[in-house]
């Protein structure tokens, strides 16, 4: 309590629009967009480039040791690196979609990344999207979003944005990656997907950009 800079927290569901919006409004806002998500994504790609064993305590403490996570931002775009590493592309592809969400339920792990996380929003202004960011990252944020969508309007979204980028896949293969990790994030132990009981709903499938820009921008205190 008692801080002064701005906090916006969108929480939700894969592939529901989170970024897309959290790029809106820290747009608009001159605010730093923080995606959460891209940081659990390095850590994955971390951890399958060095073999770490995910029931391996030790080995994953030693590995969160050896891990550096930064943002670079610029009006075009922000760009994530892993020790120094611009790893912005790799992250998205579907090897680490497949292995995120079981690395994202490690204790230790969201440890990690929440503490780096409120660190973050510690005097800046901004837009942070995730799972838990209303619960547990910032409780406290001035104004708090849960996503959702139709669950196949978002596997076809997801499904052509892969298939833009070059990707080697099909509709149903994205539909069950999208229902694997909603199921993992809504039922893990270490703060699961839940709306915060603070949090506005948002659903998406039936509202272009533009509106849901709008919608949270007539929500700000
Ligand atoms: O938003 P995304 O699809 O890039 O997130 C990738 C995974 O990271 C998602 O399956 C769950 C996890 N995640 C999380 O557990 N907590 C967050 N705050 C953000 C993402």
Redesign the pocket.
Known sequence: MGRKNNIIAIDGY?SCG?STLAKALAKRLHYLYID???M??AVTLYFLRNGVSLDDEQEVNKALANIRIDFHATPEKTSIFLNGEDISDEIRQMHISDN??EV?AIKAVRQSMVALQQEMGRSRDIVMD????GTTVFPDANVKIFMTADPNVRAERRYLELKNKGEQITLEEVFENLAH?DYI?TTREESPLVRAHDAVILDNTELNEEEQLQFVLDRLP
């Open positions: 894969s989170k959460s998500g891209a659990y994504r995120v969400s994202s995730g799972r838990d960011i990790r994030d």
